[in-house]
């Protein structure tokens, strides 16, 4: 019996639902929001949807108690940016938020993975960690998986080559300093650094900087013409759930603590990771170029400075276990 239940009923948690149901992805899924009559709404309509589709999914609102035999805790709940509001102001807000969800869940008896898809992701899965006190290997955030698609899906296009055959990452903050480690990108096995050399008449360095920028703006582009994202964002917590329930040893971009990985010890952030039924297996640490390393420390030392601005409550919650914060 495989068990999620989804906190925060939203766009992005209801198409992380939507996507499940058609993916036949868990036996028995949960809504819960602070708004009760929305999550019960939202189940009536996933249900109603039931005969049209394979899955024999169990899908109620619920509560936080229902956490207790969950596999999976997915949390797609917080608030918007106000006008003029900084960034540590809603890191603080978004904090509170996550205070009244962690510590239910873990009151509850809760002994699964947690699974943030909360903005800005990195940190607020580092949040998650420090406020439920569990295992940072069981603490994931959805990270640069999207991005990582979206990178590979524009370069399918750009070579003419199917998505399933391009393999390459997006690293770092899910957010305005993630990067491409070129040096990693493979069509097939064949690095697509090498190809570029070998057709110089056919493909242009230039148009592998311009991909990388609308890897990196693509969220920006959506929000302008729809408003918000979320269809891409819910096909990627699915990913990462089956990852976890069918133990696949699967390798995703997600946003996971670094324990002296690329030499950072604390950061939660998006790197190539191995994920089983334990949540972060171990980490693919990859062989950067020193340029790449340099991008992927900035982006480091960009998420651990918003970090350092949260108020927990407590500064021992945000210690790590060398006893320093960061």
Not at 11 to 19: D, I
Not at 163 to 184: A, K, L
Not at 191 to 196: E, G, K, L, T
Request: aromatic share 8%; with cysteine; charged share 25%.
């Amino acid at each position: 019996m495989k068990k999620i239940v989804l906190v925060g009923t939203g766009m992005v948690g209801m198409s992380f639902a939507y996507a499940a149901l058609n993916q036949n992805l868990c036996d028995e899924f949960v809504l819960i929001d602070l708004n009760k009559k929305r999550a019960m709404g939202e189940a009536m309509d996933l249900n109603h949807g039931l005969a049209f589709s394979k899955s024999s999914m169990k899908i109620y609102a619920g509560e936080y108690s229902d956490c207790k035999d969950a596999d999976i805790v997915v949390i797609c709940a917080g608030v918007a940016q106000k006008q003029g509001e900084t960034r540590p102001q809603l890191l603080n807000r978004n904090t509170a938020v996550f205070k009244s969800i962690v510590t239910p869940v873990c009151e509850s008896g809760f002994e699964g993975i947690f699974l943030v898809a909360t903005n800005p992701v990195d940190i607020m899965t580092r949040v998650t960690a420090e406020l439920s006190g569990f295992p940072k290997h069981r603490v994931i955030g959805s990270g640069t998986t999207l991005d990582s698609a979206r990178l590979r899906y524009l370069l399918g296009e750009y070579f003419d080559i199917n998505t399933r055959s391009v393999h390459g990452y997006v690293m770092g903050e899910h957010g305005d300093s993630e990067f491409v480690p070129w040096s990693q990108a493979l069509l097939a096995t064949k690095p697509v650094n090498d190809i570029m050399l070998e057709n110089p008449e056919k493909y242009q360095l230039s148009d592998l900087k311009k991909i990388e920028e609308e890897v990196r703006h693509s969220a920006y582009k959506i929000i302008e013409a729809k408003g918000a994202t979320y269809y891409g964002i819910g096909m990627a917590i699915v990913q990462i759930c089956r990852a976890v329930l069918q133990n696949e040893n699967s390798i995703l971009t997600v946003s996971c603590h670094l324990n002296g990985q690329y030499g950072r010890y604390g950061t939660f952030v998006g790197v190539p990771a191995i994920i089983d039924r334990s949540g972060v297996k171990d980490l693919m640490e990859l062989s950067l170029t020193g340029k790449e390393m340099n991008k992927l420390i900035e982006s480091c030392n960009t998420l651990d400075k918003y970090y350092e601005g949260i108020d927990l409550g407590n500064d021992e919650e945000k210690k790590g276990k060398n006893g320093k914060i960061g």
